[in-house]
C-alpha cells in the first residue's frame, strides 16, 4: 500500500500514529506492539476530537514516568525488544543529530525533551501501524513548518528546533513557512526519515481511505491535523527492473540475511535459486524485482552483502491485479487478510504470531480469521 501525507498543519509522532489508526491500523494490534517493548506504567487511548471542524483521531499516550531526560540508549533498548526497525532507525536518528549538535557520541548522549518514554509508544506505534497496514511506500507533501524560538533545559532555542532541522536536511525535506511556533518535532521528522519517505506530490495510485491524526492544540484559523491518504498501486502492470547475480562463496546464514535486507530496502520480491557453477560448484542465483527509483539502493545492498562483483540488469513488465487488505480480530490478536479478485488469505506472519500465543494450529488461525470475515460481508 501507498501513503502520503500532508502535513499542512505540520507533523508530530502523535499526529501520525494518529492518522494511521484513523484509516484504520487496529489499537490493539498497535497496543500488542508497544507491549513487545517492555515498558510499564504506559496506556495508548484513541479518542475522536474535532479540530478547525474536521473530525480526526488523537492518539493518547499516557505514561507513568513522566522524566522527559534520559540517555537515547535507555529508549532503544525499549524499541529493540519490539522488533521494529522503522522505530529503531527513528531513535537513532534522533541520537545522532543531538550528537552532532552538543558534539558527543550518540552511545552516550542525553535526550531532554524528547527524552520521554511517550517516545518509545510514538516511534513503535508508528511502525506498528504502518505495518498493520501493509504500508510498503510513504510519500510526504512539504512540511508547514514553524518559526520563533521555544524554551528548553538549554534555554531558548530556535524553531524549528536544531534536530528537527538537522533530520529535514538530511534527507532534503520539501518545507514551507507556517509562522511562529513549533508544527514539527523531532520525533515526527526522525519518522519520516526511518520510514524513507519521499517528498513531492500526491503520487499515482487507487485511493482506499482517508485518515486524519490530530495534534494536541486547537489553534484558531486552522485545523491541527495531518492528513494522510492511503492507496494502492494504479493500474494493471508496471515496469520493473530484474537485478541477478550469481555467488558460490556466500554462507546460507547471509543470504538468508539479505534477502531480508532487500525487502527491507523497498524491493517488490527477492528470492534465492540454487544452480551449479562451473567445475560443478554449487552456488546460488540472488534474484531481485524493483521498481526503477529503488534499483540503486537494491544494488548497493547486493555488492554489500555478497561482495559479488557484478550483476545482470533487465527490465520486466509486472501484470498487478488489484488487491486489498483488512484486518479481522481472532481471540484478541489481529491478522490481515489480502484480498484479490480470485480469493482472499490471511498474512502468514499475523496467523503464526496468533497460532503461537494462543496455542492452536496454524490452519485453525487461518479458519478463524477466513470465517470472521466472512462474517463481516
Known amino acids: 500500500m501507498i501513503l502520503w501525507l500532508n502535513p499542512f498543519s505540520g507533523i508530530s509522532g502523535d499526529m501520525l500514529l494518529g492518522a494511521l489508526l484513523d484509516l484504520g491500523a487496529p489499537l490493539d494490534g498497535v497496543r500488542a506492539a508497544v507491549a513487545r517493548t517492555g515498558l510499564d506504567g504506559w496506556s495508548l487511548d484513541a479518542e ?70 511517550d517516545t518509545v509508544v510514538d516511534t513503535v506505534g508508528v511502525a506498528a501501524a504502518l505495518h498493520l497496514l501493509d504500508v510498503t511506500e510513504v510519500h510526504c507533501g512539504p512540511l508547514a513548518l514553524g518559526a520563533g524560538t521555544v524554551s528548553t533545559r538549554h534555554g531558548v532555542l530556535p524553531v524549528p528546533a536544531p534536530a528537527t532541522a538537522a533530520l529535514l536536511a538530511a534527507v532534503g525535506a520539501q518545507v514551507t513557512g507556517a509562522g511562529d511556533g513549533e508544527t514539527v ?21 487507487a485511493l482506499r481511505g482517508v485518515g486524519y491524526g490530530a495534534g494536541g492544540r486547537d489553534p484558531a484559523g486552522r485545523a491541527n491535523v495531518l492528513q494522510a491518504l492511503l492507496g494502492g498501486p494504479v493500474g494493471a502492470g508496471a515496469t520493473m527492473v530484474l537485478l541477478e547475480t550469481n555467488v558460490d562463496d556466500v554462507t546460507g546464514e547471509v543470504l538468508g540475511h539479505l534477502v531480508g535486507q532487500l525487502l527491507e530496502a523497498g524491493a517488490a520480491d527477492a528470492w534465492l535459486s540454487p544452480i551449479v557453477m562451473k567445475k560443478g560448484r554449487p552456488a546460488h542465483t540472488v534474484h531481485v524485482l524493483a521498481a526503477p527509483e529503488r534499483v540503486a539502493d537494491c544494488e548497493r545492498i547486493v555488492f554489500a552483502e555478497t561482495g559479488s562483483l557484478g550483476l545482470r540488469r533487465s527490465t520486466v513488465d509486472r501484470p498487478a491485479l488489484p488487491r486489498s487488505t483488512t ?17 482472499a488469505k490471511p498474512e502468514h506472519d499475523d496467523v503464526a504470531a496468533a497460532a503461537a500465543a494462543l496455542g492452536l494450529p496454524l490452519r485453525e488461525i487461518t479458519w478463524r480469521a477466513l470465517t470472521s470475515e466472512r462474517a463481516r460481508t
Open 48 to 117: 475522536r476530537v474535532t479540530r478547525g471542524g474536521v473530525a480526526a483521531t488523537r492518539a493518547v499516550v499516557t505514561v507513568h514516568d513522566t522524566a522527559t531526560e534520559r540517555r537515547a540508549a535507555a529508549l532503544l533498548a525499549h524499541v529493540e525488544q519490539a522488533e521494529a526497525p522503522l522505530a529503531c532507525r527513528a531513535v537513532r536518528a534522533i541520537a545522532e543529530v543531538e550528537a552532532r549538535i552538543h558534539d558527543t557520541d550518540p552511545a552516550d548522549v542525553h535526550l531532554h525533551e524528547i527524552g520521554g518514554l
Open 185 to 205: 518535532t523531532p520525533t515526527g521528522a526522525a519518522l519520516l526519515v526511518a520510514a524513507d519517505a519521499r517528498f513531492g506530490p500526491v503520487p499515482a495510485m
Open 327 to 343: 484486518t479481522v480480530d481472532v481471540d484478541g490478536h489481529p491478522v490481515r487478510i489480502k484480498h484479490g479478485p480470485w480469493g
